[in-house]
Structures are given as C-alpha cells and as structure tokens.
C-alpha cells in the first residue's frame, strides 16, 4: 500500500454551519505535484483551503499531511503547527514594509532550511525588480499579488495554497507568469493545492484537476482525462463543451 504525501477523505467543508462541499475525498501521491480545483465563483473552494490550512474545524472525515492526521473530529492541530502556506487571493503585504521587506520575511521564516531558490531568483522570475522598493499602496492590485506570491514560495511550506493567484494578474501576462509559477513550484518541490475559475489556468498547472459543481466533487482525475472525458452532464456543461 503506497503511503500518500495528503490525504482528505469523507471530508464535510463547511464555514458558518453551512456545508458549502459535501463528503469530499482525494489525495496527492507524490511531494512536488500540483492540484488545481476548478469551480464557479462561491462554490466553497476558499473553504476547503481554509479548512486544510486549519482555519476551520471539520466534524466528519479526516485531512492528512505526510502520514499525519492534521484534522478530524477529535484532532485540530493548530495553523501554525501545519507547515501548511495559505496566499490569499486579496493582498495579504504588510502595509508598512516595502515590497522587498515583505518578501524578506517569507526567507526569514524558514531559516533553518536550505534555500533552493534565492530572493533574487523568484524576484526575476515573478518580475517584480521594478517595486521592490514602493509600498504596498503604491503598487498595482497584479503585482501586490504576485509580490505575495513571492513571500509564500519563500516558506517552503510542506504544502502550499493558492486562491486565485492570478485573478488580478494583467492577461496580457497572465501565460507568462503561469509558465513561471509552474516553472518554481516543480524547482521547489512545493506540494501545491490551487483553487481556480480558470480552467485552462488549472488544466495547465496541475498534475490533478478537481472539478467541483452544486456542492460536490464531481471528479477528480488526471487534466487530460477531465477534459476529453468528462464524467457527467454537468461537467461538460462547465467546462463548456456541450
């Protein structure tokens, strides 16, 4: 029996006593792979990543990281004590710092461990030279992201979540960071969970897709596999191909 590197299963996401997913299971074999889940706006895919993250408790079902129960009915092991980095999709920079200070604390935070990238490289790589030294408000709402960006890849978290991290990011660019983004994530070795509205943004970043609709996990399976063979109706009609 192969030992997998996440785990959820039977899992019930819900924020305020309203289950926005029901009964959701999947797994991610192998530290370094990328899933994206795909849905419409208010599905509940911030949730789920809220929930891994630790935000939220869950009362059915369990989450595991390398072998380890992080959540279930009985076990909540607090966010801090997760290794887990959750990049929010509004601008999460510390208004006070400079763009470069804020991405100097995701480098200070793991100290103890071997760099594999250095500030300077995932600033290139990201291209955001030219306001390492404006201020938050000073810069637009594309590279406030992606300087956040920066600062959660410099964590080398053991699992990292990403809500729609390039939903402000300019089109004209877009394809270009996502080649990047990609490009890190697998130099790094990052476990990787992004939600997304995006499909051809999940269906190019992820090893696995998740297709979520009307509160349920519709499927779960390899990009290729969700998009020339949907499993119903109701995922055709979303990825619109009907």
Do not use: W
Not at 109 to 115: D, G, L, S, T, V
Not at 159 to 183: A, H, M, R, T
């Amino acid at each position: 029996m192969t030992n997998n590197f996440f785990e959820v299963k039977n899992v019930d996401f819900v924020i305020g006593g309203n289950t926005k997913v029901h009964n959701v299971s999947f797994k991610i074999e192998k530290e370094g792979d990328i899933v994206c889940l795909l849905g419409p706006s208010g599905i509940g895919k911030t949730t789920i990543l809220r929930t891994i993250a630790g935000l939220q408790k869950i009362q059915k079902g369990y989450i595991k990281l390398k072998e380890k129960i992080i959540s279930s009915k009985e076990i909540n092991v607090e966010p801090e004590n997760r290794n887990i980095s959750l990049a929010f999709q509004e601008n999460s920079l510390f208004p006070h710092y400079t763009v470069l200070k804020n991405i100097q604390l995701g480098a200070d935070k793991n100290k103890h461990k071997k760099q594999k990238i250095s500030i300077k490289e995932i600033v290139e790589l990201l291209d955001i030279n030219s306001i390492l030294n404006q201020y938050p408000h000073q810069i637009s709402a594309g590279e406030a992201q992606r300087a956040s960006l920066a600062r959660t890849l410099l964590t080398q978290p053991d699992l990292l979540l990403l809500d729609e991290p390039l939903s402000n990011v300019d089109q004209s660019f877009k394809e270009g960071i996502q080649v990047k983004l990609k490009k890190i994530l697998k130099k790094l070795k990052i476990t990787t969970i992004i939600v997304t509205h995006d499909s051809y943004e999940a269906f190019y970043l992820g090893s696995k897709c998740g297709i979520i609709l009307d509160g349920e996990l519709k499927q779960f399976d390899d990009p290729y596999k969700v998009y020339h063979f949907p499993n119903s109706i109701e995922v055709v009609n979303f990825l619109n191909r009907g």
